[in-house]
Each structure stands twice: as structure tokens, then as C-alpha cells.
């Protein structure tokens, strides 16, 4: 694998958000996260796309 040549396989650089939109996860960004911190800085954010998807939930 490491002797692939990536640059030329993939010529679109895709960002991670662009690469798992294809599949039925959500992904959250937070902005100026770090490490030790996002999951705190998150938070509210989860809980809110949690009651979203709940809201939205087909029967």
C-alpha cells in the first residue's frame, strides 16, 4: 500500500466529512477543538443531533 501513488489514484483531495457522507452516519465538527477538550466542547452538540435524529425517526 505504501508504494501506491496516491496523489494520481485520488486526484480530488476529499476531507473526512466529504468521505463518510456516503454512509448513514453524522458527523459533527467543532471548531478550535482539541484533543483533550471535544468531547466536552461537544456535547451540547451531540445531544442536540441525538433529539434531532429521535424527532426524525420514521416508525
Known amino acids: 500500500?505504501?508504494?501506491l501513488p496516491i496523489a494520481?489514484?485520488?486526484t480530488h483531495d476529499y476531507s473526512l466529512?466529504?468521505?463518510l457522507s456516503g454512509?448513514?452516519?453524522r458527523v459533527i465538527a467543532?471548531?478550535?477543538g482539541t484533543h483533550s477538550?471535544?468531547?466536552r466542547q461537544a456535547m451540547a452538540?451531540?445531544?442536540e443531533t441525538v433529539l434531532q435524529m429521535l424527532a426524525n425517526?420514521?416508525?
Do not use: G
Request: negative net charge; glycine residues 0%.
Open 37 to 39: 477538550d471535544t468531547y
Open 1 to 3: 500500500m505504501a508504494a
Open 8 to 10: 494520481a489514484i485520488l
Open 30 to 32: 467543532i471548531q478550535d
Open 45 to 47: 452538540v451531540y445531544v
Open 23 to 25: 454512509i448513514p452516519i
Open 17 to 19: 466529512t466529504e468521505a
Open 57 to 59: 425517526k420514521q416508525p
